[in-house]
């Protein structure tokens, strides 16, 4: 799996050690790592402790925690953003309070990094908004990610941080949810939304997902 969006850190998790070893990864990030996912072995690292933005890749955060409150992944959800100002004039095909299941909401936010569906997972958390970014930064603490703070669950402020090597530890702890690896590699989906009723394609954001020679995943 490569998590990584714009500037972020590139955590690059692989299978195949020899793979890595033989080629040296292009990356144009300032900040990488690559791990070994069987036995947890840094197999390279560029700056791996700076701490900068994350973007996107908020949103394995935002699924974990979601996941982690064990709420109904068929109940559906109203497209909800208010307390997100981060999402204000960003463009999304998503209609504000259309609805969709949790589980597909899950899916657009890992798949297609669909930011109205992200920070609605916030919303509909037991508490509410404010109680679903402390339940990510106490998340971040359990796994031992000491330089890295969430604000909002999208990924599209810069105030959310993290570093390569904290970004390792969430990755390898995202082998404990597999809806998150199944939801986070599929390639393609239409999405049913109701009130009112319609249907939107979506994509894969992350290319990786349709390279089929196994180097990474």
């Known amino acids: 799996m490569q998590a990584g969006a714009g500037f972020?850190?590139?955590?690059?998790?692989?299978?195949?050690a020899a793979a890595v070893h033989a080629t040296q990864p292009e990356l144009a990030s300032g900040s990488a790592m690559v791990v070994d996912m069987q036995t947890h072995k840094v197999m390279y690292a560029r700056n791996p402790d700076e701490v900068v933005p994350i973007a996107s890749i908020t949103k394995l955060m935002t699924a974990m925690v979601t996941l982690d409150a064990h709420l109904p992944l068929d109940e559906m959800l109203a497209v909800d953003i208010r307390q997100t100002p981060e999402m204000k004039g960003v463009y999304s095909r998503v209609?504000?309070?259309?609805?969709?299941?949790?589980?597909?909401?899950?899916?657009?936010?890992?798949?297609?990094?669909?930011?109205?569906?992200?920070?609605?997972?916030?919303?509909?958390?037991?508490?509410?908004?404010?109680?679903?970014?402390?339940?990510?930064?106490?998340?971040?603490?359990?796994?031992?990610?000491?330089?890295?703070?969430?604000?909002e669950p999208t990924g599209l402020s810069i105030h959310n941080v993290s570093t390569a090597r904290d970004l390792t530890k969430?990755?390898?702890?995202?082998?404990?949810?597999?809806?998150?690896?199944?939801?986070?590699?599929?390639?393609?989906?239409?999405?049913?939304?109701?009130?009112?009723?319609?249907?939107?394609?979506?994509?894969?954001?992350?290319h990786l997902v349709y390279n089929r020679n196994g180097t990474f995943s």
């Open 95 to 151: 209609r504000l309070n259309s609805e969709i299941s949790r589980k597909d909401m899950l899916l657009l936010a890992l798949m297609s990094s669909e930011n109205r569906a992200a920070a609605s997972l916030a919303h509909h958390y037991p508490g509410g908004y404010n109680a679903f970014i402390k339940a990510m930064n106490a998340k971040a603490r359990a796994l031992g990610m000491t330089n890295t703070h969430y604000v």
């Open 8 to 16: 972020a850190p590139r955590v690059l998790a692989s299978d195949n």
């Open 170 to 206: 969430l990755l390898i702890a995202t082998k404990q949810y597999p809806l998150i690896g199944q939801l986070s590699t599929t390639t393609e989906r239409m999405a049913s939304f109701k009130d009112p009723n319609y249907t939107l394609p979506f994509r894969n954001t992350n």
